[in-house]
């Protein structure tokens, strides 16, 4: 096959989920001597994973950091030069009216990978307010919320984000759901077709395939299961993660009569609000802040810890933290918000998003010894994430969309 695929990031680059699982992808087509160019969101650099197989563009016009609504311009912009593909795949989910036009005007066929809820909310956590999930995206709810819960970052302040999330909402409005002619969606889980099938897209043209585990994760377990029981968090420290619960989870956990410590690998806009809660809850010498570990630091920081914390507030479409988890055999506790239940399976836990739930929770796997059950379940989990098998998924339905 011939394949245009529209990258997150780039080939090799790090970053988000989206970024570590388009990497796998494309590694798996160029595998299959499959003819791919990869088109790039962000300036490619150079990396070690990059291979002579793969023709690297960038989208960008000058070196400006692109909007959504400015990708959205750059890939329309090119559609004749998608007409030479037999499949143009976006990995971006705000790029569903580029790729429309794709489809509308070129021979190739199309495919949009649904990794969050871009495609639907301005904002790509369906959390209205920031506290409640959001099931309509009329003028009426979405601008209210953008405009209330836009606030600035350390990248960007607030006027812009409120300005690029009313593009995001202009993208959204410029299609009709059940009208779109693009040939396939693809869901990382049944939670993400089925909140896209209720905003009226097409559920039969949406398969569902998981993220693959990252092999590099796969390390022998390193923890003994015992006290101090070391608890570990990866991830942003953003609101809609739960991380200001942490250090109110510790404070309850050091009410009980076992010992427990924290571990925080990330970093994030609220890292100062828990450093402060920290403090004050004189938790210092409970919780160690790592700020960022380098990707492959990683599997070692999950293999030396005895649980994996997720305390997610949003409808989580996948998480691939979780299955870093598991390739690690760490056992989880997680708040049972997305799909987080389906992916877990019996590799852990999940509760009601509460600092009590998760509390008496991590007591009670650690009271009755069953941690080092839940680190044999989640090698039979991880099983379920095989990155061969997920390849031949792909693979599979981009030959079953090719007209």
Not at 270 to 284: A, H
Not at 313 to 323: A, H, S, T
Request: charged share 25%; aromatic share 8%; proline share 5%.
């Amino acid at each position: 096959m011939k394949i245009g695929f529209i990258h997150p990031s780039w080939p090799g680059g790090e970053g988000t989920g989206a970024t570590h699982t388009a990497n796998q992808i494309i590694e798996g087509l160029t595998n299959q001597d499959h003819e791919i160019t990869v088109y790039c969101a962000e300036r490619p650099q150079v990396s070690k994973h990059q291979t002579s197989d793969i023709d690297i563009k960038y989208l960008s016009e000058g070196g400006i950091p692109h909007t959504n609504i400015a990708l959205n311009k750059a890939i329309q912009g090119r559609f004749d030069e998608f007409d030479q593909y037999d499949l143009v795949s976006s990995y971006l989910t705000s790029l569903i009216p580029a790729m429309e036009t794709i489809s509308e005007k070129t021979s190739a066929s199309t495919l949009v990978t649904l990794n969050a809820y871009a495609g639907v909310c301005p904002k790509n956590d369906l959390q209205y307010m920031d506290n409640t999930r959001c099931d309509d995206n009329s003028p009426s709810r979405c601008l209210p919320c953008i405009a209330k819960t836009s606030g600035g970052s350390q990248k960007h302040g607030r006027a812009y984000r409120i300005a690029s999330r009313l593009g995001n909402y202009k993208l959204i409005k410029s299609i009709e759901p059940e009208k779109l002619s693009i040939d396939g969606f693809h869901a990382l889980s049944e939670h993400v077709k089925q909140t896209y099938s209720e905003f009226d897209f097409p559920s039969e043209r949406i398969t569902v395939i998981p993220n693959p585990i990252d092999e590099s994760f796969v390390v022998p377990h390193e923890s003994g299961f015992s006290e101090p029981y070391k608890l570990l968090y990866v991830g942003y420290l953003e609101e809609h993660k739960g991380v200001e619960m942490l250090p109110k989870l510790m404070a309850r956990l050091d009410e009980r009569d076992r010992e427990f410590r924290l571990t925080i690998a990330g970093d994030g806009g609220l890292r100062s609000e828990v450093e402060q809660s920290v403090l004050e809850l004189d938790l210092e010498d409970a919780v160690n802040f790592r700020g960022h570990v380098p990707y492959e630091e990683l599997p070692s920081v999950y293999a030396n810890h005895d649980i994996f914390v997720y305390p997610g507030q949003w409808e989580e479409p996948f998480g691939r933290v979780f299955l870093e988890a598991m390739g690690a055999k760490t056992p989880i506790v997680a708040t049972n918000v997305g799909a987080a239940g389906k992916i877990i399976g019996e590799a852990g836990s999940v509760v009601e998003p509460t600092v009590s739930a998760l509390s008496e929770e991590i007591i009670s796997i650690a009271q009755h010894q069953s941690l080092s059950q839940l680190s044999i379940n989640a090698r039979k989990e991880r099983k379920r994430y095989n990155p061969t098998q997920i390849q031949q998924e792909f693979e599979t339905l981009y030959k079953s969309l090719i007209k």
